[in-house]
């Protein structure tokens, strides 16, 4: 389910499978895989022809077997190919005659008058080694500024099928609408840049099942990872039954911060929400009454989970109550400004590292890239480790957000997650994040299940809410709450039945 794999597990999942099969099955098992999409993508006989570009590896061998297929099914195909300078593999070659025997025909450069019903690009896939230059380059360059169909053979051309980056600097990648990945789908395909320049992903085993396959350690965040965390609520219960969140945060004019988590908690279930301002803040919130406001000095945490950062500032208060919390024995999710607080204070580092309950820290890539003392660019370059290191160093759950959002472990598991949308990317919605995980802790989810899930339903809510007509621009944090009562209240009437005594 959802298993991602890194380049060097395919190509060893690839030269397993390789050698027991005759020379270039696994090419012309792409190259019938993706002719099979490409012919679905054109809807039966296309009035235009299909471009196919070649690459000078293995990635263009599969372009040429993609070529002759589509040629063979009575589709006028024009080929570009960029020559490798020395020899092509034994497969390439193979399939470059099948594609000169076929009706296919060659071209130095891309047609300037060419209308396309489809461009396929193999160019390059898993073999990219630097970025994109001369030739390679400006062929990228023609292909995105053409409107239409771009299937992407493996990886679209130009991105980093681990990271999700496009090579650079001041790389470029196709954009394309459709990525066909063979053997293993990949993680750069779903972080980073990859959700952008990757479009629809479909995976094509080659016919190497599961069990030939490296053991997975990095999964797409997808609901059977956490969905039996989602239990029916029972007639008998009350408000104490699903858990206290204080929410400290709300320094001097940023008092919105808090109330958003708040609400958060609480449209998520949270049976109490307390907002403990580390200035003096409002008595109350006048759309939620529900929320109860106190005095973080003051405020009793014991027995509640405590979502720390939200506009809390960096004032010696707002440090002094961050020890505290951090020496105490509550679950904490530390977002924002408690980030930051940490970041620069070995001292909150180390009571960090030496807590016992769970902690779950929502940085976004510049808040991680201060804990990690590196660049943003350097946590964006590789988001997973960046993740796993943080996770490790601070044996926390880490949420490295952006677009494919990172879940690592302590214990090393990760996940990307597919959900959410550029409506995300404004005020307010890593606010709601981080209450909706202290919400889900509060109600006694596993650290590591409430992570996944609010990552998960914080993007679907806004997916819900996207293609309701709201956003993405203009998605507001503060319509997000309802949104996710919505996702998750469907997450519960959906989980898979155990049986035996009525769920609690
Ligand atoms: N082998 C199989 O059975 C299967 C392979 N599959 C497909 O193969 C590719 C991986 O093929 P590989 O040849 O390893 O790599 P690529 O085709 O992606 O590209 C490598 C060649 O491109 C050159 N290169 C790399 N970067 C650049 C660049 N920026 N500019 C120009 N040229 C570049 C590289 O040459 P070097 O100069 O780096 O030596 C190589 O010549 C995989 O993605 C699949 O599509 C299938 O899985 C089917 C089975
Ligand atoms: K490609």
Redesign the pocket.
Known sequence: MGALYSVAEIRQA?QAA?AQLPPGA??QR?GQAAARIALDLLGGAPARPVLVLA????????AFEVAANLAQAGVDVAIVHIA?EGEP?A?TAHALGRARASTATFADSIPDDGQWSLIVD?L??????????GA?RAMVEAVNAVDCTVLA???PSGLDADSGAV?GPDGVAVIATHTVT??GDKPGLHTYAGRDYAGEVMVAR?GIDEAMMPGASIHLNEPPMFELAFVPRLHASHKGSFGDVAVVGGAHGMAGAPILAARAALFSGAGRVYVASVDHGPAYDNVQPELMFRDAATHNFAGSTVVAGPGMGDSATAIRILAKLLDGESPLVLDADAINLVAASPDLQSRLSARHAPSILTPHPLEAARLLGVTAGVVQGDRLEAAREIAARFDAFVVLKGSGTVIAMPDGEAAINPTGNPGLASAGTGDVLAGLCGSLLAQGWPARDAALAAVWMHGQAADRLVAQGVGPIGLTAGELPAAIRTVLNRMVAQRPKRGGQPQS
């Open positions: 690839e390789a696994l090419m792409a690459g000078p590896g293995n990635n263009g061998g599969d490798c593999s497969e193999g390059f896939g898993i073999g990219l080694a630097r970025p994109l230059e390679a053979l493996d990886v090579l063979f053997i080659l």
